[in-house]
């Protein structure tokens, strides 16, 4: 669906996008992560036919797109970025708001139209409202179905949820993930959250100062992380050598453990503690348990990752 072949862009001499190859397949969300400053705005913005590449293309169902010095307006049509900005007209209802992407339609589609995406995204009681009357959470549920309004082939997500608590955002992934599937949409999302990652992707991609360094489904890139950068995108990780890394759900406590520990802490998570410990050589480390742990422990590693 969305292609982009040898993709390159730079600041100046300070930051580089080199030579990027990436896939975005309908019905199918791509996520993009990787620490702040590794290009994947950027990235997004090149998709979106915002910004100019230096050099390779983006192909929208085989066809090049046109980029902004080729055109009046930068963007194209079918593909919609969203950001974490609110870019919602202020003093019309929300139900205005998405008809307006369907202004050149008729009325009695432009309001199915919106019926549907208030549907899907779980906006009715907020159709009459204005803008200023939304939390943050229904604000960037709006913005996306504004997005989704013309049926776009793209959609693109710059961190849609990074200001939303735990319980909005999974409302907001679950809508989105099953209008994606349902309007068999092509979608790539930049998140800072390897949860929200892990529950709504296909495929993850991982950034590192503009390169795509490891690609994967969830539990690929989970289990098999290429560098220590990856390791850590994907959660804490430990080491009491060096060489082998462990999770704190790889430590197994038992009285025949060849490893030892000395319990500092205990930290309540509800399901479980997470014990906080270290070794002799006071390398710091931790491990899961249903039961609070103290003094000397030992336990056992039921699997270790390694770098190359
Ligand atoms: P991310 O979204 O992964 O945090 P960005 O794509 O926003 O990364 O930025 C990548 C790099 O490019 C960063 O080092 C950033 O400081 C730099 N950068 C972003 N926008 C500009 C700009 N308009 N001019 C110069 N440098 C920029
Ligand atoms: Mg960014």
Do not use: W
Request: contains cysteine.
């Amino acid at each position: 669906m969305l292609k982009a072949e040898k993709l390159s862009y730079s600041y100046g001499t300070s930051f580089q996008l080199k030579s990027l190859n990436l896939k975005l397949s309908p019905g199918k969300i791509c996520g993009i992560i990787g620490h702040s400053g590794s290009g994947k705005s950027t990235l997004l913005h090149l998709l979106a036919g915002l910004k100019e590449p230096e050099a390779g293309k983006i192909l929208l169902q085989g066809e090049a797109i046109l980029t902004p010095s080729k055109k009046l307006v930068p963007g194209h049509p079918q593909i919609k970025l969203v950001t974490q900005q609110n870019s919602l007209f202020p003093n019309i209802s929300i139900k205005e708001n998405i008809a307006y992407e369907l202004r050149y339609y008729e009325k009695a589609y432009q309001d199915s139209r919106v019926r549907i995406l208030a549907k899907q995204l779980n906006l009715k009681a907020l159709l009459d409202k204005l803008p200023r009357e939304l939390s943050g959470g229904e604000i960037q549920r709006v913005m996306i179905a504004r997005a989704l309004a013309d049926e776009p082939l793209v959609l693109l997500l710059d961190e849609p949820m990074a200001n939303l608590d735990r319980l909005h955002k999974k409302d907001v992934m679950l809508s989105l993930k099953k209008v994606v599937e349902e309007e068999n949409i092509a979608c790539a999302m930049v998140t800072h959250d390897i949860l929200d990652a892990f529950g709504m992707a296909d495929e993850l991609l991982i950034f590192q100062k503009g390169k795509i360094i490891q690609r994967g489904t969830s539990e690929d890139i989970y289990f098999h992380p290429r560098t220590k950068y990856v390791a850590e995108l994907m959660g804490e990780i430990f080491t009491m050598d060096d060489k082998a890394y462990f999770r704190s759900e790889d430590v197994i406590f038992n009285k025949e453990g060849v490893y030892r520990g000395k319990v500092l802490n205990n930290v309540f998570q509800g399901s479980y503690y997470e014990v906080l410990m270290e070794d002799e050589n006071g390398r710091r480390f931790a491990g899961k348990s249903r039961d609070k742990k103290e003094g000397e422990v030992s336990f056992s590693l039921s699997s270790f990752i390694y770098f190359d």
